[in-house]
C-alpha cells in the first residue's frame, strides 16, 4: 500500500525567502508524484507533477520539485515566495498502474511580511 | 475549475436528515472520485467510479452511498447525517487516457457540510 507523510504541518517564512516542504512516501511499486495548492476557500489546483524522465520538475508559479528515488521523497521548493504563496499545499501519490491517488495530510505555508 | 462544479457550495443540516451533494463535469473524464477533507488529516477518499456502472468504495466509504447518474455526474449522500460527518468534500475527475494528463485528477470547489 501507498502513503504519504508531509512533515511539516505548518511552515512559517518571511517574504521572499526560500522555502522548501517536505513530502515522503512509501511503495513497493513505481509511483507517479503529485504537488497541489489549495488557495483559502478554493478547490485544489495542481501545481507540478512527476510521471518519468528528468527528475526535477518544474510548475506553476515558480515552484519546483525533486524525485529522490533513493530516498523516496518529492520534495517542492521555491526560491524566494510572495504574500500570494500563503495556502495550503498536499503531496499525493498514484500508482503507475493506477486507480487511487493518495494525499498526504498537507502543509500550510505562510508567507510574513 | 469551471469544468468541475459542485453544489451546494454550503450546506447546513440536522443531525439524521439525508443528504445529497452534487458534482457534474464538463470535461468528458469517465473516472469521478468523492473526497472529503477534514483539519489535519488531508484529503480522503470516500467512494470512486471508473464509467456509469463501476461505483468502488474508498478508504472512508461508511455512512455514506453515491449514484452515477451518467458521464458527467456523480452524486454523493449521506443517508443520516451525523456531526463528525462536517467536513469539505471535493469531487475531482481524471482521464488515463491522456499520457500527459495520467492520473491527474481535477478538483471542483468543493461543498463545505455542517450537521448539527
Known amino acids: 500500500a501507498q502513503s504519504v507523510t508531509q512533515l511539516d504541518s505548518q511552515v512559517p517564512v518571511f517574504e521572499e525567502a526560500p522555502v522548501e516542504l517536505r513530502c515522503n512516501y512509501s511503495?513497493?511499486?513505481?509511483?507517479?508524484l503529485f504537488w497541489y495548492v489549495q488557495y483559502p476557500n478554493q478547490g485544489l489546483q495542481l501545481l507540478l507533477k512527476?510521471?518519468?524522465?528528468?527528475?526535477l520538475v518544474k510548475g506553476i508559479n515558480g515552484f519546483e520539485a525533486e524525485f529522490n528515488k533513493s530516498q523516496t521523497s518529492f520534495h517542492l521548493r521555491k526560491p524566494s515566495v510572495h504574500i500570494s504563496d500563503t495556502a495550503e499545499y498536499f503531496c499525493?501519490?498514484?500508482?503507475?498502474?493506477?486507480?487511487?491517488?493518495?494525499f498526504g495530510t498537507g502543509t500550510s505555508l505562510t508567507v510574513i511580511p | 475549475d469551471a469544468d468541475v462544479t459542485q453544489t451546494p457550495r454550503n450546506r447546513i443540516t440536522k443531525t439524521g436528515k439525508r443528504i445529497m451533494l452534487e458534482c457534474s463535469q464538463t470535461k468528458g473524464h469517465d473516472r469521478m472520485y468523492w473526497y472529503r477533507q477534514d483539519p489535519g488529516l488531508g484529503l480522503r477518499l470516500i467512494y470512486y467510479s471508473f464509467d456509469v456502472k463501476d461505483i468502488n468504495k474508498g478508504e472512508i466509504s461508511d455512512g455514506y452511498s453515491v449514484s452515477r447518474q451518467a458521464q458527467a455526474k456523480f452524486s454523493l449522500s449521506l443517508e443520516s447525517a451525523i456531526p463528525n460527518q462536517t467536513a469539505l468534500y471535493f469531487c475531482?475527475?481524471?482521464?488515463?487516457?491522456?499520457?500527459?494528463?495520467?492520473?491527474?485528477?481535477?478538483f471542483g470547489p468543493g461543498t463545505r457540510l455542517t450537521v448539527l
Open positions: 512527476y510521471l518519468s524522465g528528468s527528475t
Open positions: 475531482a475527475t481524471s482521464d488515463p487516457g491522456l499520457a500527459e494528463n495520467y492520473n491527474e485528477q481535477f
Open positions: 511503495s513497493s511499486v513505481s509511483v507517479y
Open positions: 499525493a501519490v498514484s500508482k503507475n498502474t493506477g486507480n487511487q491517488f493518495y
